[in-house]
Structures are given as structure tokens and as C-alpha cells.
């Protein structure tokens, strides 16, 4: 199959050298090979001339997903307004948040009961019916590009649902479906796995591989029995799915979240995760989204220490992913508010500094998953916190175990032999505004969201691109009903899953509420980083002395001008005796005119500080 416009002709012959070297060095498939071509080429050919024009225009601006303005948002279609067609309805709201970059949680075709909350997905080119249908999806993209709003999608590509079509047919014994993933007619092949194979879950999920009787052979599973991991040795499982990522993009997604990417190829005698194939296909994803639509983004989930998140950047000649998460540095967050002690996050705002400038971090205060406490233990324990028992404080820390905490919420995949655990939990309710407004507090009310503003305010000045999770620029807090549906009580996840409380939305303009007293100073926030060019992710960025292990210091700059963030993570008032010498300051939240030197701060208090020309 030719094709001959020009514009897809060139974008093929910049890539299709690397292309092919790449494919077959992995499948040495002449065949499946030129059934890759042809399919991206059918793609390309129905693509809509919208998405196509969009294609161009981000083309001439390849950082535009980059930009100071750019603001996420993070939500459950079902718990934020029922289905695809009650978020169209809802993007007013959405817009007022300041939000131009809309995360829509898992929403493929799943089976309740068996979705791990949506990532075990049935069909990758259908919308779970309760939410809407593919057209519903379609539309809402189409109009979230009206009004100049990206969407971003989870693309599961580790694994399928035990529901899949592949799987029911290989579940049937047809060998090419099972050629798809992972079978052994007997345990001696998984038992060599699960010598080099951590465990996911290991306590809700033991094990990597499931039994199945009916067919007395086993299946590699390395999340839960009813995700079926797929075996990417294979060209037909590596093609299909680029297919179906293909598909989705041509619905109007702009920002394809891979999730689990560094499990996504298996080698007996490792432990599976990053192994060099794994940059291989996803630097081949990337070249295909450059061929076909190279308007979108890559956001890679890659739940790791920071040399381990790096490589999926890959390098300037040959990038992988557009984004990752920031993971380390949000459970990094969490510890120095439970300690008041900055010089962990210092680490790792340093570490980040010393990263190359075009390197995008997605920053977040909390996610739809728990907070792990994966921390760099060894710089810990020098400072004489010892893993176990740090741990444990934390979480007794967060679930309000401890006398002087604030924090509510729960444990998640607690290991009672070892005692590791997880911690589930909202922002507001981690802050402390769950129990002030049970105990009627309105002197904790005011410190609760005072810790709540200055948290945001730092995750804004981070960085990279900010990610809010719905709910929490209202101040909701946790909900507990989750443990009365059968099909989520076992996973404390859902505590902060809970439906989006529309009622609260009625109190911001109420400045005696929690909602007036947070969504107003988050907006304007919001509304300075937007239009600060400094905050341009291409900006200069590193760490200041405080001299004050619990003010974290931070500066930013580039041709537009310079910035300093300051941020008390201690309940009293401290001062940051940072003496910056280029003149006098603005604090862009109150319009005072000063000097950057030996800033006081009230408890939990900030400073955004704009050198003035």
C-alpha cells in the first residue's frame, strides 16, 4: 500500500530506517513487519482532518504539552459525573479549575468485579457500557479541543483481562491465542521465574503465575489471577496493540498514559522489569505516534527510584516517552510533612536538577493508587531513620495512630509478618481537614488548609507539569462507603475513589467554608504560574540553602526572569535565611515589594518571590 501524501511520506522516511532496524532485531519478521507499514498507513489515511491539522500545528511547537499554562486534572468518569456524556456537561467546571489537560481513568471495557479498577481491560476498542460508548468518548475529546482542553488516556499494556477476546480463545486451547501469552504445561518454567521475580502483591496476590485447571497448564500473571500478562516475543501481540493505540489516538486522544511499561518483557534468570527490550518497543511506539500522529503525547507509568525512571526519557537522538510521573518525589512529599525535615526532598529536587532540561516530570501530590514509602533508606538511615521503624511511623503518622497527628486514612496491602504497608488517603484528609471538621475545629480547619495551599503551591512550582486529582481543589475528604460494595471493600484504594461531591462546589464563593477558604487561593495559584513564563518547564531549576532543615528552598529561571519558592513544612514559624543578591523581590501572592533575604514564613507558610527588573 502507497501513500502518497507528502506529509506522511516524510515523517516515514525520517523514521523508517530505525524503524525497521529495530523491528528486526527483535522479530526479524519481514512479514508482520509490512503488515505494521500497511496498518499505520490506514490509520494515517483515517485519522480526521482535524486531528491532523492538530497534528501540524504541534508539529511547529513540540513543547507545547510543556508550557507554564498547562494544568492537569485527574478523574473517575463515573464517579465525577456518571458517564462520558455528564463530563461534557461538565467542562465549565473543569475550565474554571484552570484545568487544560483532563486524565480520564480507565475506561475500557472491564467485568466488575474482576477490573483492578479498570486495568484489566475485556476490549481496548470499547467503552465500558456503564460510562457510554466509543462515539461518547469521540465527542467529548472533540469538544474538550474546542475549548482547548487535551485528554489523556491509561493504555494497559502489560496484560489483558482473563475476559479478553485472546484470552477466552486460548482459555478454548487454541495455541495462537495462547502464543499471545504466557502458557506452561507445568510448573518447572514458572518455578525459574519466581526465583528473579519480585512479587506486585504479594499479600493480595501472591505469586506470578495462576493455575488453571480446566486447562492443567499455568498462565504468567504478574498483577492479579485475572490480568494475563502478554508476551511481546510475539510480532502479532507487539502489532495488535499498536493498533489498538493507533485506534484510540484517532478517537481524539492526545496523551496515551503507558501503564506498567517496564514489566512489558519477560527473560527467565532477571527479575523482568527494564529490560533493554522494553525501551526498544516503547522507542518504536514512539516513531509510530511520530509517523502516523505526531501531535500526541507519551506519559510513561513507571513506579520507581529516579535512575530507574530516567532511561524511559531515552536520549535527545532517540526519545522514548514525552513525560513520566514523578512517583519518588510524591511519597518523598508525604514523608517531610510527616517529619518537618526538607533534606530528603532536597535530595531529590537535586536530583531532578541535575537531569537534562528537556527531561518532563508529571508532578502530583496523590494519585488513584496508594503512597508506597519506596524512600532512599540508606541517605535515611544515615540521618539515624531506620526503614522499619520509619515506616511504621509513617504510617501510624497518616492513619492518625500517632498522638500528634492530623492525618486520617487507611493501610493498603498490610504485610502482618513484615508490617510494610501502603497508605490510602485524600489530600484534604492527610492535611488534617477530615478531622477538624469532625471534632468542629475551626482553628485546625484554618491549619489544615493552610498545609493543603502550601502543598499545591510547592507541586506547582516544581519541575514540570502539575497533575491535580479531583476532589482535592475542593477539599474532599476520604470516603468510606467503599467497604459496603462486595467489589471494592478488600481495596482501601477506594477511600480515595470516592464520588465526586458536586454540593461542596456550591460553597467556594463562601469564604467561611472549606471549599471558599482552598479554591479561591489554589485558583490564584493557578492563575499566576499561567502567566509566568518562568514556570515554562524548559526553565532553569535547582535548590536553595535555607540554612533550616524544614524550609525547602527553590529557584527557577530563565530569559523571562527568576523565581524563588519557599516552603515551611514545619507547624511554627521559621525564617529562610537564604540571601539572594540581584535586587529587589516581589511575593506574587501579596504584591509586597522586598528582599530576598532572611524571609520569615508563618507555619506551613509560602512565598512565591519574582525578581524584579
Known sequence: MKNSDPIYT??????????????????????????????????????????????????????????????????????????????????????????????????????????????????????????????????????????????????????????????????????????????????????????????????????????????QQFVMTSFYPYQWDL??????????????????????????????????????????????????????????????????????????????????????????????????????????????????????????????SDYTFLNYLRCHDDIGWGLDYPLLESWGMLQVPHKKYLNDYFTGRWQDSVSRGELYNEDIITGDARFCGTTASMCGVEKAGFEQDEEGIDKAVQLDVMLHAYMLFLSGIPMLYSGDEIGQVNDYSYKNDPNKAADSRYIHRGKFQWMLVDNIDKPETVQGKLFKRLSRLETIRAKEPVFDASAGFWTLETWDDAVLGLARENEEGKLIGLFNFSQEPRTAWIDEKDGQYEDLMTGETMYASGVQLAGHGFCWLKAKK
Open 231 to 356: 508476551n511481546y516475543r510475539n510480532p502479532v501481540v507487539f502489532n495488535e496493540m499498536m493498533y489498538n493505540f493507533l485506534y484510540l489516538v484517532n478517537r481524539g486522544i492526545d496523551v496515551l498514559r503507558i501503564d506498567a511499561v517496564p514489566y512489558i518483557w519477560k527473560q527467565v534468570g532477571t527479575n523482568c522489569r527494564n529490560l533493554p527490550q522494553v525501551h526498544t518497543i516503547v522507542r518504536m511506539m514512539r516513531m509510530i505516534g511520530e509517523i502516523v500522529c505526531p501531535g500526541i503525547v507519551l506519559l510513561g507509568e513507571v513506579v520507581m527510584e529516579p535512575d530507574k525512571v530516567a532511561p524511559y526519557f531515552g536520549t535527545v537522538e532517540k526519545p522514548e516517552c514525552h513525560m513520566l510521573y514523578n512517583v519518588t518525589t510524591m511519597a518523598t512529599t508525604w514523608h517531610t510533612v510527616a517529619t518537618g525535615d526538607v533534606r530528603l526532598l532536597k535530595r531529590q529536587m537535586e536530583i531532578i536538577r541535575d537531569l537534562p
Open 10 to 215: 516524510k515523517r516515514l522516511e525520517r523514521h523508517l530506517d530505525e524503524l525497521k532496524w529495530l523491528y528486526m532485531e527483535l522479530y526479524n519478521s519481514q512479514k508482520h513487519f509490512d503488515d505494521l507499514l500497511d496498518h499505520m498507513q490506514q490509520f494515517y489515511d483515517e485519522r480526521k482532518s482535524s486531528l491532523k491539522k492538530l497534528d501540524q500545528v504541534r508539529e511547529q511547537q513540540p513543547g507545547w504539552y510543556r508550557k507554564n499554562g498547562m494544568l492537569g486534572m485527574m478523574l473517575y468518569v463515573d464517579q465525577f459525573a456518571e458517564n462520558l456524556k455528564g463530563v461534557r456537561k461538565k467542562l465549565d467546571y473543569i475550565k474554571k479549575c484552570n484545568v487544560n489537560y483532563l486524565h480520564l481513568m480507565p475506561l475500557l471495557d472491564t467485568v466488575e468485579g474482576r477490573s483492578d479498577g479498570g486495568y484489566a481491560v475485556a476490549d481496548f476498542r470499547k467503552v465500558q457500557e456503564k460510562l457510554g460508548t466509543m462515539e461518547d468518548l469521540e465527542k467529548l475529546a472533540d469538544q474538550c479541543h474546542k475549548q482547548n482542553i487535551s485528554v489523556c488516556l491509561d493504555f494497559v499494556m502489560n496484560h489483558t483481562s482473563e475476559d479478553h477476546r485472546w484470552a477466552r480463545k486460548a482459555r478454548a486451547g487454541k495455541k495462537e491465542y495462547q502464543d499471545r501469552y504466557f502458557f506452561f504445561d507445568n510448573y518447572s518454567m514458572p518455578a525459574m521465574y519466581e526465583k528473579t521475580v519480585p512479587q506486585v502483591f504479594p499479600t493480595t496476590a501472591p505469586g506470578n503465575f495462576t493455575y488453571l485447571p480446566e486447562l
